[in-house]
């Protein structure tokens, strides 16, 4: 049963960067394709990125310009990377994985999140 | 983006009975090569992230009871609970997963009356 975990800092000020991890257990980081949504306050969902080992990347195109997301096979982490961050960043961020190896789609494997503040 | 109009945004069933929930897509999810649509059905009770009950519009996880379904017509989608259990008290989302960005429903909220 592959276990995620997201890690990072839970306050940030205005215009800093958000750097966050995801830990995979129990399972390769290889093979499959890796993702980052995130939920603001009381709200619904919004898909971030997706990664795989190979370098196939893809991101939502209203953070594209904002957004870096990168993997280390050794570590089995990958991570979100997100500049000058407002207000508006704030939510839980959570990794997730596609259900099946090479698979691009449904997500049935998710971390627990983690809650990203954004105030000065 | 392809855009996910969920209905209703919230509902009170009583235990025992029929939930239904209703997903529509601007666009089409089917992809053509795997005559699938990519649409898929979360779960997401509070402090828990979201929890994958159906997928391609109609296949359910594995593990997720069978009163969980899905069903298809163009770019209609629903997902039904056939019988409320106390503990499927929960936002329930769609999800296309055809076209970046993947978007989501807005969600609808499931509570007992």
């Known amino acids: 049963q592959v276990h995620l975990q997201e890690s990072g800092p839970g306050l940030l000020k205005p215009s800093e960067t958000l750097s966050l991890t995801c830990t995979v257990s129990g399972g390769s980081i290889i093979g499959y394709f890796w993702s980052w949504i995130r939920q603001p306050p009381g709200k619904g969902l919004e898909w971030i990125g997706y990664i795989n080992y190979s370098g196939a990347i893809n991101y939502n195109p209203s953070l594209m310009s904002r957004v870096t997301m990168s993997l280390d096979t050794s570590n089995n982490q990958f991570f979100l990377k997100l500049s000058s961050v407002t207000a508006a960043d704030t939510g839980m961020y959570y990794c997730?994985?596609?259900?099946?190896?090479?698979?691009?789609?449904?997500?049935?494997?998710w971390g627990q999140g983690t809650l990203v503040t954004v105030s000065s | 983006d392809i855009v996910m109009t969920q209905s209703p945004e919230s509902l009170a069933v009583s235990l025992g009975e029929r939930a239904t929930i209703n997903c529509k897509s601007s666009q089409s999810v089917l992809q053509s090569s795997h005559n699938k649509n990519y649409l898929g059905w979360y779960q997401q009770k509070p402090g828990q992230p979201p929890k994958l009950l159906i997928y391609?519009?109609?296949t359910r996880e594995s593990g997720v009871p069978d009163r969980f379904s899905g069903s298809e017509s163009g770019t209609d989608f629903t997902l039904t609970i056939s019988s409320l259990q106390a503990e499927d008290v929960a936002v329930y989302y769609c999800?296309?997963?055809?076209?970046?960005?993947?978007?989501f429903g807005q969600g609808t909220k499931v509570e007992i009356k």
């Open positions: 391609w519009a109609s």
């Open positions: 999800q296309q997963y055809h076209s970046v960005p993947w978007t």
């Open positions: 997730a994985r596609a259900r099946a190896p090479g698979w691009l789609g449904e997500l049935n494997s």
